[in-house]
C-alpha cells in the first residue's frame, strides 16, 4: 500500500536514484561502523546505507513506517520522537563513536541540531539534508547576510561544509524550497564553555541585528559589570565565532 506524506511530519520522501547514490558517496559508510538515521521514511537512503553497514538503527515517528521498517531484518527501529532519544544512550551499546544522519524535516530541523548538540561528544559525524537556506546560514562567515545566532552556536562546535545541492524535484511531494546535505565534524578540541550562557550571549547579540552592539550586547555586559577591550561598535554580523567565544569564557560565572 503506498504512502501517503503526512504535512504534519514535514514528509518529503527522497525518490531520485542519481541524488541518492550521491548522498550515500558522501557519507561513505563502512562495514560495521555505528550509525543512526533519522526519519528513514519510505527506506530510500536506509537501503543503500544498510548495504554498505549490515546493521542500522533507524529513529521514525510515523507508527505506519515504523511497522514497515520493523519487517527489514537489518534495522533497529526506535519509534519516537527524536527530540526525546538519549544518543548517549545509543552509543553505551554501540562499538564506537555514532555517525548521524538523515533527511530533517524542514519544520523541527533546528531544535534537532540543538538536541543532537547536546550529545556531541558520542559523534563520530554528521550527514543531514535540509533546507538550503538552514544550511547557508549554518555554515556562514562572519559579515555576510546568512551569518546570525544558527552560525556561531554550530560553528564553535562543529567544522560544517555544505556538501550537495538537492532540488525540490528529488523529493515526492516536491517541497517549496531547495534543499541541500550539510556534513559536520565535531572540532577535536573544542573551547571549554558553558554553552547555555554563550547562547544567551549570542542571542542578545543577534537581537537586533542592525544596530550597534552597544545598544544591545553592551547593557548585558554592563550587568556583569565585564571588562575587557572587546569592540561594541560593530553590529553582531561583524564579530566572528572566536571572539563570542571569548566573550562568553571572561563573562560566564
Known amino acids: 500500500m503506498k504512502h501517503i506524506a503526512r504535512k504534519r511530519f514535514g514528509q518529503h520522501f527522497l525518490t531520485d536514484p542519481g541524488v541518492i547514490d550521491a548522498i550515500v558517496r558522501a557519507i561513505d559508510p563502512r562495514a560495521a561502523q555505528p550509525m543512526v538515521e ?11 546505507l544498510v548495504e554498505r553497514l549490515g546493521r542500522l538503527t533507524v529513529i521514525e515517528l510515523d507508527r505506519d513506517l515504523a511497522a514497515r521498517l520493523r519487517a527489514h531484518g537489518q534495522l533497529d527501529v526506535v519509534e519516537s520522537d527524536v527530540l526525546k532519544v538519549d544518543f548517549t544512550a545509543l552509543r553505551a551499546t554501540a562499538s564506537g563513536p555514532l555517525r548521524v544522519v538523515g533527511n530533517l524535516p524542514y519544520n523541527i530541523s533546528s531544535p534537532i541540531l540543538f538536541h543532537l548538540l547536546d550529545h556531541v561528544a558520542v559523534v563520530q559525524d554528521q550527514h543531514f539534508m535540509l533546507q538550503k537556506e538552514v544550511i547557508d546560514r549554518m555554515v556562514a562567515a562572519p559579515a555576510t547576510a546568512d551569518y546570525g545566532r544558527l552560525s556561531v552556536m554550530l560553528q564553535w562546535r562543529y567544522a560544517m561544509e555544505n556538501v550537495l545541492f538537492v532540488p525540490p524535484e528529488a523529493f515526492d511531494p516536491p517541497p517549496r524550497v531547495d534543499s541541500a546535505v550539510v556534513r559536520m565534524v565535531p572540532l577535536p ?51 566572528p565565532v572566536s571572539e563570542f567565544v571569548s566573550l562568553a569564557q571572561s563573562t560566564q560565572a
Open 38 to 48: 533519522i526519519g528513514p521514511g519510505l527506506a530510500a537512503l536506509t537501503q543503500p
Open 189 to 239: 578540541q573544542p573551547p571549554v564553555i558553558d554553552v547555555k550562557h554563550l547562547s544567551e550571549l549570542v542571542q542578545v547579540a543577534f537581537s537586533q541585528r542592525r544596530k550597534l552592539l552597544r545598544h544591545t550586547l553592551g547593557k548585558w555586559l554592563e550587568q556583569r559589570n565585564a571588562a575587557g577591550n572587546f569592540d561594541l561598535q560593530r553590529r553582531a554580523e561583524q564579530v
